[in-house]
T-cell receptor
């Protein structure tokens, strides 16, 4: 079965650079979520989209933005990168009305040097 | 969330033992709970879920128990295998809202 696909798998950037992470949800899923996970920490919710509209917002820095496109894929744009942005970034998808179960991708490991 | 450093609570068991991983959740309004398994370098993988109108749910080798009175959730794994070694997270949600909030993980180490 198709899963959530994230790209790139690994990304190395320097401070003050920008990065774009991509997420392709499971086919027919209409909701996409972004989470950030630091080493040894639990995933922290950043932002979510339902039917291309922002549906909820968590601890996403103002330097980050995201959107969901007409084909339901989503992109997380990160600007003015800081060392503390180094983390695993997960995308998850779900189908609204199915009970809140999220399916996660394999993540993008972002390293800011 | 606040940083708790790199030290996850760890449960070490022998292969074949039963494992119990506990989780305290914070929001008394939460009505949906999920256990996820996360292997190193991978995304969280769904194990089992339970709604607040139940206090027990069983899957294949796994059982989730919910005690709403004390806001406690547990995951029981029967006949634990080395492949069960991973970090386990509980997550809570209010059905109808999009944010799934994760609890602190527990690392399960299974030795042969």
């Amino acid at each position: 079965a198709a899963g959530v696909i994230q790209s790139p798998r690994h990304l190395i950037k320097e401070k003050r650079e920008t990065a774009t992470l991509k997420c392709y949800p499971i086919p027919r899923h209409d909701t996409v979520y972004w989470y950030q996970q630091g080493p040894g920490q639990d995933p922290q919710f950043l932002i979510s989209f339902y039917e291309k509209m922002q549906s909820d917002k968590g601890s996403i820095p103002d330097r980050f933005s995201a959107q969901q496109f007409s084909d339901y894929h989503s992109e997380l744009n990160m600007s003015s990168l800081e060392l503390g942005d180094s983390a695993l970034y997960f995308c998850a998808s779900s189908l609204a009305g199915t009970g809140g179960k999220l399916f996660f991708g394999s993540g993008t490991q972002l390293s800011v040097l | 969330g606040e940083s708790v450093g790199l030290h996850l609570p760890t449960l070490s068991v022998q292969e074949g033992d039963n494992s119990i991983i506990n989780c305290a959740y914070s929001n008394s309004a939460s009505d949906y709970f999920i256990w996820y398994k996360q292997e190193s370098g991978k995304g969280p993988q769904f194990i089992i879920d339970i709604r607040s109108n139940m206090d027990k749910r069983q899957g294949q080798r796994v059982t989730v128990l919910l005690n709403k009175t004390v806001k406690h959730l547990s995951l029981q794994i029967a006949a634990t295998q080395p492949g069960d070694s991973a970090v386990y997270f509980c997550a809570e949600n209010i059905l109808g809202y999009s944010t799934l909030t994760f609890g602190k993980g527990t690392m399960l180490l299974v030795s042969p």
